[in-house]
Nanobody, 116 residues
Framework: QVQLVESGGGLVQPGGSLRLSCVVS????????AKWYRQAPGKERELVAS????????NYADSVKGRFTISRDNAKNTVYLQMNNLKPEDTAVYYC?????????WGKGTRVTVSS
């Protein structure tokens, strides 16, 4: 059974940076698509970033383009989300999601709070 565990969230001031990690346990083929979603209080979950197979394409929500970077390290079975120049509107719970061969998995999320 595939499990995802996110970490790296916390409280940060506006303009600061955080790096979220999503550790993957269990067998999963390397051609999975990795995505990060977020859900702010009172709002629907939204797609923030996606990454296809290693070396593949990335896509970002307009609100985070130029500030967030999604990446993966297959040797460490980890997907990352580097978040720079954070804004109060980035405050949310961030979730890791993987899709492969008609299967998918979700993590339980890590909370990011951007506030002075």
């Amino acid at each position: 059974q595939v499990q995802l565990v996110e970490s790296g969230g916390g409280l940060v001031q506006p303009g600061g940076s955080l790096r979220l990690s999503c550790v993957v346990s269990g067998f999963i083929p390397s051609n999975y698509i990795a995505k990060w979603y977020r859900q702010a209080p009172g709002k629907e979950r939204e797609l923030v970033a996606s990454l296809t197979r290693p070396g593949g394409s990335t896509n970002y929500a307009d609100s985070v383009k130029g500030r967030f970077t999604i990446s993966r390290d297959n040797a460490k079975n980890t997907v990352y989300l580097q978040m720079n120049n954070l804004k109060p509107e980035d405050t949310a719970v961030y979730y890791c999601n993987l899709n492969w061969d008609f299967s998918y998995a979700w993590g339980k999320g890590t909370r990011v709070t951007v506030s002075s």
